[in-house]
Nanobody
């Protein structure tokens, strides 16, 4: 039901913007949106979340000051702007949606996209 786009291969210091859209009975604007990433076989890691009306936002310490999450409920889309990318940001990035309050824990999200690969080379 969710679809990410915008991944790719970039150099360290470059920027990428990921997008998340929904296709289903309910619009993305009905959900809090989280962004997560997974590096190889490691556990899926919280990156950022944004509340339904964008009144609350939270970032992982590892991306704070470099990444920015936003959403446009009129266009039913959410974004993850990633600046000053580092090789350690290389991962598959997922957007996820959940009802009501946003959360850091991946298991609390009901809907997931298939992920988009981000590769940052030094």
């Amino acid at each position: 039901q969710l679809q990410e786009s915008g991944g790719g291969s970039v150099q360290a210091g470059d920027s990428l913007r990921l997008s998340c859209t929904a296709s289903g009975r309910r619009p993305l604007s009905d959900y809090a949106v989280g962004w997560f990433r997974q590096q190889g076989d490691k556990e899926r890691e919280f990156v950022a979340w944004i509340s339904i009306r964008a009144g609350s936002i939270r970032y992982a310490d590892s991306v704070k000051g470099r990444f920015s999450v936003s959403r446009n409920n009129n266009e039913d889309i959410a974004y993850l702007q990633m600046d000053s990318l580092k090789p350690e940001d290389t991962a598959v990035y997922y957007c996820a949606a959940k009802f009501q309050i946003a959360a850091d824990e991946a298991r609390q999200y009901q809907y997931w996209g298939q992920g988009t690969q981000v590769t940052v080379s030094s």
